[in-house]
């Protein structure tokens, strides 16, 4: 009876080490990952260019799940034009139901000088 609990005991502790190690290496790999992310939107905010931008229409997405319940969302389409004069068009990557924006609405645009075309969402802006 006390070499099975002794067993039982090393593999309980046995358990909590691998348990241990595996939440500290996913959380060290989180941590990583966060700061990569902060610093690459650190270094794009650097570089960006805010310009005044037009929601001009408003996409709708439908996408079905498992269960074939159907869900829309809205995702803005907007117009911008570069410092340089370049006008750009994107639909956002990013939407919501109800719609956040509404057409005609001016909000600030963020882009990248070099590849204005690459625009994402942040915040209540669109970068």
Do not use: C
Request: charged share 20%; net charge positive; no cysteine.
């Amino acid at each position: 009876m006390v070499r099975v609990s002794l067993k039982r005991d090393k593999n309980i502790k046995l358990f909590r080490k691998i348990i241990f190690k595996a939440f500290f290496v996913f959380g060290i790999i989180f941590v990583l990952s966060g700061i990569v992310m902060a610093f690459n939107r650190i270094l794009f905010l650097n570089n960006a260019i805010t310009v005044q931008g037009e929601v001009i229409s408003l996409q709708k997405d439908i996408t079905k799940d498992n269960n074939n319940h159907t869900s829309i969302i809205y995702k803005p389409e907007v117009k911008f034009q570069t410092k340089s004069g370049e006008v750009i068009t994107f639909v956002s990557k990013v939407g919501s139901n109800p719609p956040s924006f509404s057409v005609g609405r001016i909000i600030e645009v963020v882009y990248n000088p070099e590849y204005p075309n690459e625009v994402n969402q942040w915040g209540n802006h669109i970068v």
